[in-house]
C-alpha cells in the first residue's frame, strides 16, 4: 500500500527538486557572504524553509493528488517567493518588473496544475536545475573554507616573510602581531589629575574627510569641520584609515595595531572576516580601560559584529535593554531579497531594512549621553551606521522611502543623509559638554573608513581596490577625526593621524602608558576573496 499521490518505487524520478531550489537561495546568500555571514544563522533559516517546502509538497499532494505536480508548484513558489530580490537588484527593479514577476509564476502554477501529463521529464529537468544550483553554492562556501585552512597551512612555511611582504616594502614590521604583549599588556591609571574623565569613541561609518567629500561627491562639508573647531575639538584635515573595511578598520584601532599577521597566519587568499569579528569581541582598548577601572558601555548598532560585546560591563544600543533589535544580518536580507522586500515599507510583516537602519541609528545617538549620568568613569564604545547607506533620511531627518532614494541621485542621497548626521553630532557635543566644565568628557568622533568611489557601483566599470585612481583612494581613506581634549589636559592629537595610534597616544598621555607611536600607513586589499593581501598606498594619498 502507498499514500495516495505518491509514485511507487521504479514508477518515475524522485521529487527532490523542491528541497533543492528552496534551499538555494539560502546557500547562495551564505556563498556571497561566506567569510562573513555567521553559519549558524544560515543554517538556521535553511531548515525553516525546507521544513515550509516540506509541508507545502505534502499539503499539495493531498490536495492534487500527485507529488510531482505538488512539487513542481512548490518548486515555483519557493523561486518565485525567495529571489524576487535579486532579480530586481540585477534589472534596477523596473515598475513593470513585479507584475510580470507575479503573473509568470501564476502561468507556471496553473501549467503544472492543469497539465495532463506525468511530469516526469520536467520533474527530471527540474531536479538536475537545482542539484546544479545547489551544487555551485556549496563548491563557493567550500572553497572559500579550504582556502582559508590552506592558507593557514601555507603561513607555516612562510613564517613571518609573509607579513613583512605585506607591508609592500614601508612599515610592515611595525604592525605585526609579535610586537603586542597579551592584553592588557599594562595596567594603566587616570594620572592627570582631578578625577578620571570619561572617554567617548563614536564612529561614525564611511564618514568622510572633507578632502574626501570633495574628492567623491563634491560635497563641501569644510563649514561642519569647523562648527566642531568652535566647539573646542581639534580636527585633523588629514587623517585616513589604516585599514579598507569597516570589520578590518575598527579591529586595527581598538587593537592599537595593523592587522599585517593575519596575512601570515591566514594567508592571503582568504575572504574569512572570522578572526577580524573576534578581534571586535575582545579588543585591548576595552582591556585597558577596564584595567585602569574604567567600565566600559557598548551603545551597540544593527550590524552583527558590533551589535554587543562580550567584554562590555554594559550593552547597550540597538540591541540593548528596552529596545527592539532586529533579527540576523543575514536573515533580513535574506528577507530583504525575497519577494517580501517588495512591500511597502510601513508594511506590518516583511523585512524592514531601511526601517531598522534609521531606527539604530536613532537609538545610538539617544542613548550615547544617558551614559554621562553614571557617576563612574566610563569608556563608551559606539559605532554608528551614518552616513552609510542606506540613505534612509532627509537633511532635516524625515524618512525617505527607497522610491525617493531611486529617484535621486547618489549625491542628493548621501548630501542629505551627511547633513543630518551632521545635526545629531552637533547635538550630542551639545549634551555631552552640558554639565560643568571639570566634568567634561574626551571626545573622539572618528570613521572606519569614507565612502565608496560611485565608479565601484557602477556595473560594468571593472572597478577594483588596486585599480582605483589616487582620487578615489583619498575619498575612500580619508576620515573624520575631531578629538575633544578638555581644558588642563593635553593629548598631542596630531600624532594620531591615523586610528591605529589613537589610544596609543590619549593612554600614553593621561593614563600611564608607554606605548610606541607606530609608522602611519594605509593598507587596500585585493578583494573580498583576498581580505589579507595588503597593499600599503599611503605615499598615494598625498600624506605619507
Not at 95 to 117: E, F, I
Not at 237 to 246: E, K, M, Q, Y
Not at 326 to 349: H, I, K, M, N, R
Not at 514 to 543: K, M, N, Q, W
Request: glycine share 10%; hydrophobic share 45%.
Amino acid at each position: 500500500m502507498k499514500a495516495a499521490g505518491w509514485p511507487a518505487r521504479g514508477t518515475g524520478p524522485a521529487v527532490l527538486h523542491p528541497y533543492l531550489l528552496a534551499a538555494w537561495p539560502v546557500l547562495l546568500l551564505l556563498a556571497a557572504n561566506a567569510g562573513e555571514a555567521r553559519a549558524s544563522d544560515a543554517m538556521a533559516a535553511l531548515l525553516v524553509i525546507v521544513a515550509g517546502a516540506t509541508a507545502l509538497v505534502a499539503l499539495l499532494t493531498v490536495l492534487l493528488r500527485d507529488v510531482r505536480r505538488a512539487g513542481l508548484v512548490t518548486s515555483v513558489l519557493a523561486v518565485t517567493l525567495l529571489t524576487y530580490g535579486h532579480v530586481g537588484n540585477l534589472t534596477g527593479e523596473p515598475p513593470w518588473l513585479l507584475p510580470a514577476w507575479l503573473g509568470a509564476a501564476t502561468a507556471a502554477v496553473v501549467a503544472a496544475v492543469r497539465t495532463g501529463t506525468r511530469l516526469d521529464g520536467a520533474t527530471r529537468v527540474a531536479n538536475r536545475l537545482g542539484g546544479a544550483l545547489v551544487a555551485l553554492s556549496l563548491i563557493s562556501i567550500a572553497s572559500v573554507a579550504i582556502s582559508g585552512q590552506l592558507s593557514a597551512a601555507d603561513a607555516g612555511d612562510g613564517g613571518a616573510g609573509s607579513a613583512a611582504d605585506a607591508g609592500d616594502g614601508g612599515a610592515g614590521s611595525a604592525g605585526t602581531a609579535s610586537e603586542i604583549e597579551p592584553t592588557p599588556a599594562q595596567s594603566l591609571s587616570w594620572r592627570a589629575g582631578g578625577p578620571p574623565r570619561d572617554v567617548y569613541y563614536v564612529v561614525f561609518d564611511r564618514y568622510g574627510s572633507a578632502a574626501s567629500l570633495e574628492a567623491l561627491f563634491g560635497l563641501d562639508n569644510q563649514p561642519f569641520m569647523d562648527e566642531l573647531t568652535d566647539r573646542g575639538f581639534t580636527v585633523l584635515p588629514d587623517a585616513r584609515a589604516n585599514h579598507l573595511r569597516t570589520a578590518q578598520s575598527l579591529a586595527s584601532s581598538l587593537r592599537m595595531d595593523y592587522l599585517l599577521d593575519l596575512r601570515a597566519e591566514h594567508g592571503p587568499n582568504t575572504g574569512d572576516l572570522g578572526p577580524v569579528h573576534a578581534l571586535l569581541q575582545d579588543h585591548r582598548v576595552g582591556r585597558l580601560f577596564q584595567s585602569a577601572g574604567y567600565r566600559y558601555v557598548h551603545v551597540g548598532s544593527w550590524w552583527d559584529p558590533t551589535a554587543t560585546n562580550t567584554l562590555a560591563d554594559e550593552v547597550l544600543g540597538y540591541e540593548g535593554p528596552d529596545n527592539r533589535g532586529g533579527g540576523s544580518d543575514f536573515t533580513e536580507v535574506l528577507l530583504d531579497t525575497s519577494l517580501l522586500g517588495a512591500l511597502p515599507e510601513d508594511a506590518a510583516v516583511g523585512p524592514n531594512l531601511r526601517l531598522q537602519h534609521r531606527e539604530a541609528a536613532m537609538v545610538q545617538l539617544d542613548q550615547l549621553p544617558r551614559v554621562a549620568q553614571d557617576p563612574r568613569p566610563t569608556f563608551t564604545f559606539a559605532h554608528v551606521l551614518l552616513p552609510h547607506e542606506p540613505y534612509v533620511f532627509d537633511a532635516e531627518g524625515r524618512p525617505v522611502t527607497s522610491a525617493e532614494a531611486k529617484a535621486r541621485t547618489l549625491q542628493e542621497n548621501f548630501a542629505g543623509q551627511l547633513a543630518y548626521t551632521n545635526d545629531r553630532i552637533a547635538g550630542l557635543v551639545e549634551e555631552l559638554l552640558a554639565g560643568p566644565d571639570e566634568q567634561d568628557p574626551i571626545i573622539l568622533l572618528q570613521a572606519d573608513e569614507g565612502p565608496h568611489p560611485p565608479r565601484s557601483n557602477q556595473p560594468g566599470s571593472g572597478f577594483t581596490w588596486p585599480g582605483a585612481t589616487d582620487e578615489e583612494l583619498v575619498g575612500k581613506l580619508g576620515i573624520l577625526s575631531a578629538w575633544y581634549v578638555p581644558e588642563g589636559l593635553h593629548v598631542p592629537v596630531s600624532q594620531a593621524e591615523t586610528p591605529v595610534n589613537s589610544f596609543r597616544v590619549l593612554f600614553n598621555a593621561l593614563y600611564g602608558g608607554t606605548f610606541e607611536v607606530l609608522p602611519e600607513r594605509s593598507y587596500i586589499f585585493r578583494d573580498t576573496a583576498h581580505l589579507y593581501d595588503f597593499t600599503d598606498v599611503t605615499e598615494r594619498l598625498g600624506t605619507g
